[in-house]
């Protein structure tokens, strides 16, 4: 699962899925995952908001990869996080903090701890209106006592109409174990329910 891989200088990620506002503290997303790196996954979630301040967000990811010289790894993994959330004017903090359990079809079961600490800002007065964010997130591996992740990323996400999202980012990512890379995320939402609350 580790071992070091060539350097790629930029990999994306197409993320198209939807989302529901089952009720005014529920909220629940699926998404489908492809990437250039010839990996799948599946990623479904829940995000239970407690209060203003504190959102459980359980999660569930299947991660498929194969390669053109037959090689074929599939995980089972569980990315549960609570995040604690404080406005401060018009900028908005957010404090992730999870803990993802891996289990691969190899028998190389892995456990982390990831904290993703994320500044956002609106560009436009308005409920809806884009946002501009960046983040820093660093990922402790259980198994190895130490830091072995880190991402900074900026991104955009806005609502392009009442049932269409869109969250665009890049992220620098330094790996001790598959080197540096960069990394583009565009992932699009659907919500045609009549719930449109935004994420």
Not at 84 to 102: A, H, Y
Not at 120 to 143: C, D, K, Q, V, W
Not at 149 to 171: C, H, K, P, Q, Y
């Given at each position: 699962?580790?071992?070091?891989?060539?350097?790629r200088?930029?990999?994306?990620?197409?993320?198209?899925g939807?989302?529901?506002?089952?009720?005014?503290?529920?909220?629940?997303?699926?998404?489908?995952?492809i990437?250039?790196?010839?990996?799948?996954?599946?990623y479904?979630?829940?995000?239970?908001?407690?209060?203003?301040?504190?959102?459980?967000?359980?999660?569930?990811?299947?991660?498929?990869?194969?390669?053109?010289?037959?090689?074929h790894?599939?995980?089972?993994?569980?990315?549960?996080s609570?995040?604690?959330?404080?406005p401060?004017?018009?900028?908005?903090?957010?404090?992730?903090?999870?803990?993802?359990?891996?289990?691969?079809?190899?028998?190389?079961?892995?456990?982390f701890?990831?904290?993703?600490?994320?500044?956002?800002?609106?560009?436009?007065?308005?409920?809806?209106?884009?946002?501009?964010?960046?983040?820093?997130?660093?990922?402790?591996?259980?198994?190895?006592?130490?830091?072995?992740?880190?991402?900074?990323?900026?991104?955009?996400?806005?609502?392009?109409?009442?049932?269409?999202?869109?969250?665009?980012?890049?992220?620098?990512?330094?790996?001790?174990?598959?080197?540096?890379?960069?990394?583009?995320?565009?992932?699009?939402?659907?919500?045609?329910?009549?719930?449109r609350?935004?994420?």
């Amino acid at each position: 699962m580790f071992a070091q891989e060539p350097y790629r200088p930029t990999i994306a990620w197409n993320l198209p899925g939807f989302m529901y506002q089952a009720s005014p503290k529920v909220k629940v997303m699926a998404q489908y995952g492809i990437s250039t790196q010839r990996m799948q996954v599946v990623y479904p979630q829940v995000f239970i908001t407690l209060n203003k301040y504190v959102t459980l967000n359980p999660a569930y990811l299947f991660i498929d990869f194969g390669n053109a010289g037959g090689y074929h790894y599939q995980e089972h993994t569980t990315m549960n996080s609570i995040i604690l959330t404080v406005p401060v004017g018009k900028f908005l903090i957010e404090d992730r903090n999870m803990i993802w359990n891996r289990f691969g079809n190899t028998g190389e079961d892995s456990h982390f701890y990831r904290n993703r600490l994320r500044f956002s800002h609106p560009l436009s007065p308005g409920t809806n209106a884009p946002r501009l964010y960046i983040y820093n997130e660093a990922s402790y591996y259980f198994g190895a006592g130490k830091w072995v992740r880190n991402r900074i990323a900026i991104g955009l996400e806005t609502s392009v109409t009442r049932w269409f999202f869109i969250d665009l980012s890049m992220l620098r990512q330094y790996d001790r174990y598959e080197g540096q890379s960069n990394v583009l995320f565009l992932m699009w939402l659907f919500q045609p329910w009549h719930s449109r609350k935004r994420v």
